[in-house]
Nanobody, 123 residues
Framework: EVQVVESGGGVVQAGGSLRLSCTASGFTFGDYVIGWFRQAPGKEREGVSCISNRDGSTYVSGSVKGRFTIASDNAKNTVYLQMNNLASEDTATYYC????????????????WGQGTQVTVSS
């Protein structure tokens, strides 16, 4: 059974930091690309960052570049999203997902999704 579980969300003040974790099981973790997406109320889902567990390559969207960093620990089947200098516009539900395709933030290519973790940034 495939499981994708996010954790680490919470309430943080503007300028603060959070680290999200995504732990997956039920598929060969090292063969997949793991992506982080977010969705704020009334807005479309947005791709934030992704990492290839095959070769470690990463991509970070322009909206969070310089503030968010993605990393993977294949031994723990876990991907982390370090979020620094958070702002109110980062408030959203953050989702982790897995794809067996190439490095992409196109959500239609992602096969497995977690339930999400809420991040709220207070000003």
């Amino acid at each position: 059974e495939v499981q994708v579980v996010e954790s680490g969300g919470g309430v943080v003040q503007a300028g603060g930091s959070l680290r999200l974790s995504c732990t997956a099981s039920g598929f060969t973790f090292g063969d997949y690309v793991i992506g982080w997406f977010r969705q704020a109320p009334g807005k479309e889902r947005e791709g934030v960052s992704c990492i290839s567990n095959r070769d470690g390559s990463t991509y970070v969207s322009g909206s969070v570049k310089g503030r968010f960093t993605i990393a993977s620990d294949n031994a723990k089947n876990t991907v982390y999203l370090q979020m620094n200098n958070l702002a109110s516009e980062d408030t959203a539900t953050y989702y982790c997902a897995a794809t067996d395709r190439y490095l992409t933030l196109d959500d239609k290519f992602y096969n497995y999704w977690g339930q999400g973790t809420q991040v709220t940034v207070s000003s």
